[in-house]
């Protein structure tokens, strides 16, 4: 039945083949043959997938060069399913999920990728150089390990070039790629918990308890009518240089709302975490003053020129989006978790209608780390007028700089002496610059 | 068909009409001519409700002045649901839910409400004064912005007076309202999270594999029989003064208990989870003590005297249920996580049958915070000590307060001038007083 | 209907009944009686059971003297299970959820049980000694209250030996003791998130989106066939001296891996998260050092010497299993949240293919904690530098040991009147030893 069924499909889309250079039967006398046995999960995907039904088989994606694909080079890059889905590849490049592709940026995350990428070093390097630009976004994943790097940053960051990071690899069953928990993959966590937010919300609960009939879900409102520009929508973040940009995308995000609220509602709501987020970023912007005036103070410990190189910017300082979480300073330790976790939970918590996100994971946490960076910051300037008052007075003349009081007791002796009488002056300062010399000060 | 059933429904539901002052056929004329078009889905959430069968109309719940309604001044608060649903908002009106409205307490949470509250000023003001009572609970609250009021409490808070913070707007689906999840929207996250310690224990595990019938849900224990006071049953909190009233309660919770476990099972456990709020308390306790004892010693950095004002105390310390989370010293930042944290996680924790809150959300980070408040408090007082040892050294006859050297360094001159004889004590005391008089010491 | 079937399954299993030593009538006499008014819930799930069904009645479990089973003593441990279920007992005992069983670790959790433990008390201590033996890892249990024990600790501890850890007590439904959740009632949380970071991931939205059939859950890959060993194909933590032990596990695991991935992709995956361990220990070792050092500089406070005696090593300090986290300095406090929550998010994300628990939860705190660790090290060591060269300025001998300047006052007048010729020398040594004396300098 099934048979019968799949051998009508391919009756059925005898006729479309050779859109996208299909070599079906090629592909299933190569491949087939010894796959169907060793990995059958993949070729069972495959035959349940559109792909099948329309006669889209192995080396219509993965090349015909069999030796490239057992050595792993014949991965199915975004450019390559874009040949045949030309509008989601065409959506999906407009939107910051490519974001690396489009700029270069993050581009370290994609060497592995095509010649033609390869070629466009000139993305993110001077020529002759190895130093990325600065605008590559990649600071943080260029400090990691290899393994880190794979593990924690690029099983995320592949979506840039790889539509298998939503969509199952072999199949094609668009209700998983759909499900939030799917987004939720990568969307999750103290960097920017947005599954959680709305699988808490009153928004998940309803798709929850109802489907998406009544609750949005991410791709409600995130993709809707299927656009693969995943940025469409999304004001916070737009140059404020362009206001008219923002009022487009903002109005767009409005009538999704509207489906279910009025557009006042929907206007107002967004307005208030446009507020909120405007807030935050001023609560991070005084951490961030706080902590560069403890730099020029040379209050951070280790000093950035005593820390391992900074993948871009060597021995300088680093404050921003290029910061890394490693070697801080407390104070910059924390002001790292305020922008990067604290603000985060805020403002996308504000933005998916979720208060203990906003309020608990976000704003309290948020000024909590503020009230304690500051209290640092006393103790630190605290603690360096202390040794500062300690070395004024060890400078006095009586009291050379050193620590362990032998040299001051001797020269305390040398002036008893001359007071005394038992030294003359003169002799006095010689013995004294004598002493004084031996230890180097 | 729908249509068919819809009719039957309105016309078996007539003789219904009349008691709550139905006005069904005018709201039809009135409201629907636009909001079928304009907030279509709104409309049909009523259309598949128990109200729209029992005739309840939109006049019977937002007035029949249109234009209030137009400028959102016919918000449904709980009391006029009450008008028909009596017996629920007095149940409701008994729980702490509600609190806000019965004591005045979180007043200004619902400002907006009708003009019987606004009247009702004397619950939290002394005539004359814009200054709330220190009863009412909302420290933290007016030191928001309005934006975060907004979108951190009130969207919580709100439950005091609004029936639709569980229940959907215009929908009368019980089976949402009752969802633990719907609870979960507001009991989550840091401060009580009982919605993900029940969904992680057994209790929420067997709810989700089979249901009600065998897993206890939210509603289960805490609105037992549909009964809106969900304060019912939890001794936790009540004075220790009035033991009948607790145990009155515990009574009511092992009963329900004991649809499933024994009774001694249950109150056993529900007293070791006493023990465990007991034994939590006396940590925070002990926390609270030493943070005012640097009070005390003026070890708090920020001292409260330069903060921002306490919206109720000014430039008093507080430490207490109307403590805030903003411009702390790092003392204070962690007793805060302590008790609003890490005890909440601790007690809810035990109750709710989830070890991993009560000890790793819970107790663990409780000790480990009283720990940092310990060892910041012993880092506190070092300091002052060497600050208070480098004074009294300063402050010494011959070592003027004077933190450059320079007064210091002169007067040691002059007495060694006095020593060897060139000048006289007399002289030595007045160019002596003449020095330190320019520096004004 | 009901009734009849049950009948019909006591008459078919007939044949089965003495295998275990069945009482299945007496028990209906003696303990139905009662039960079935008093606890009809446990009576229900019973007569659901495969138990029931095969006639195991309450006296077979639970043994025949009534007295001591009121009295809480007819507690029904694993071996009791194991008499009839001798397999599954047997993979349970070769596995880490029995650790306190097989090695007497964690023995005062189980003290409760059989007599024939009680006995094996030399499994813990030296005959004589009520101290346990180093090796018993449960230093964390014993410093804990009766109750956080019992509701904390033995809440998931007890699966050492008790079957209803993840099995109903009176129930035998499989699908509920697989479901993933009955797993995550203990294996979540700050200490080890094994559920959520399987809940997130891809395997765990497809599990969600399809079932086992295509998404792995916790017993596809940890309880494969239905194996109570759930340590099998575990490789981390096993001795490095036993490479052979650590492949044979690792390749179980790349075997279970192979049901939808290649063997390749999967053994390399899992060697990049070996390779992540290893990375996160050292990062944990370098922390451990330095608080050693820390230690030896006696920079923690309070120092272990003036801490609540340790269950296991007094007053001795303790960085390693057996850490408390009470009454510890920040430094401490650092180091066990970085070993017990950080390193454990690092490595098990990693292992369970979540990318956001191996990076935001887990290597970016993990580092951000070791920045804060050294920060506050520097701090220590900044601050006692300072009191030292305070310390040496006042020892010096002009400068006698004194924080309030009286005595080095005195001694400095000695020293001028001596210098003048007021007093010879022996008379200000005399006099100078006088002054000290008093004050016991």
Known sequence: MLRLYVSLMVFCSLYLSGVCGISFASAEDVCLGCHEKKTPGIVNHWKESAHFKKQVGCADCHGSDIEAG???????????????????FDEHSLSRHSKGL?????????????????????????????KPFDETECAMFLAQSKDMQ???????????????????KHGTDLSLARMPGTCGTCHMGPDHAQYEMWDASSHGVIFRARGEKDGPSCVTCHMNRGSHNVS???ATGLPEALPEMKKQERDYMVSICSGCHTSGFSARNLAGADNIEQQSRKIVEEARVLVEELYREDLLFPPPSERPSHPLFGKKFVIGPHMLYENLSLSESLFFRMKQFYYMNTVKGAFHQNPDYTHWYGNAPLKLALSE?????????????LKDRLDNLLLAPESPRDDTGDVRKALRELRE???????????????KKKALDEKGL
Do not use: W
Not at 114 to 129: I, L, N, R, V, Y
């Open 150 to 168: 794979a593990h924690g940053c690029s099983s995320c960051h592949r979506v840039e070039d790889r539509c298998d990071t939503c969509h199952t």
């Open 373 to 385: 960076l500051k209290s640092e910051a006393a103790s630190l300037r605290r603690a360096r007028n």
């Open 70 to 88: 057992h050595k792993r080079e014949a991965v199915v890059d975004a450019a390559k399913c874009g040949t045949c889905h030309k509008k989601t």
């Open 102 to 130: 489009r700029t270069g940026q993050g581009c370290t995350r994609n060497m592995a990728a095509t010649d033609e990428q390869k070629k466009s070093c000139s993305f993110c390097h001077a020529p002759g150089s190895t």
């Open 232 to 234: 469409r929508g999304i």
């Open 417 to 431: 002496r001359m007071l005394r009488g038992a030294i003359s002056g003169k002799e006095y300062d010689d013995l």
